[in-house]
């Protein structure tokens, strides 16, 4: 399974920036894909996950009402709106995937999840 993230870029603080993630090769078991970021000199955090068959989706207390995970139907691929972006969300963005089955508390770990896309760079200035 291959990932490819894009959407990254320099926004003003309060801005918005779209990051998709789309799968390629053996994707029938996708479980879930989600979204983690990582910031100089910090470990990698969970952001968003979505579960497919059930639709649910998680987000890190952070991020809650600001961004948003959903599914591009036609693929295996997830989209991640992100509003009014703080300083603090400036980070290398990653997407991810996971064909086991996992809680919601699992999901959270980046270990839990089995292919990670490359990264795309989000800087949010003051």
């Known amino acids: 399974v291959q990932l490819q993230a894009s959407g990254g870029g320099l926004v003003q603080e309060g801005g918005s920036l779209r990051l998709s993630c789309a799968a390629s090769?053996?994707?029938?078991?996708?479980?879930?894909m989600g979204w983690f970021r990582q910031a100089p000199g910090k470990e990698r955090e969970f952001v968003a996950a979505?579960?497919?068959?059930?639709?649910?989706?998680s987000y890190v207390d952070s991020v809650k009402g600001r961004f948003t995970i959903s599914r591009d139907n036609a693929k295996i691929a997830v989209v991640l709106r992100m509003n009014s972006l703080k300083p603090e969300d400036t980070a290398v963005y990653y997407c991810?995937?996971?064909?086991?089955?996992?809680?919601?508390?699992?999901?959270?770990?980046?270990?839990?999840?089995?292919?990670w896309g490359q990264g795309t760079l989000v800087t949010v200035s003051s």
């Open positions: 991810a995937l996971v064909n086991r089955r996992g809680t919601g508390v699992e999901l959270r770990e980046p270990g839990a999840w089995d292919y």
């Open positions: 979505l579960t497919f068959s059930s639709r649910v989706t």
């Open positions: 090769g053996p994707t029938r078991s996708t479980y879930a």
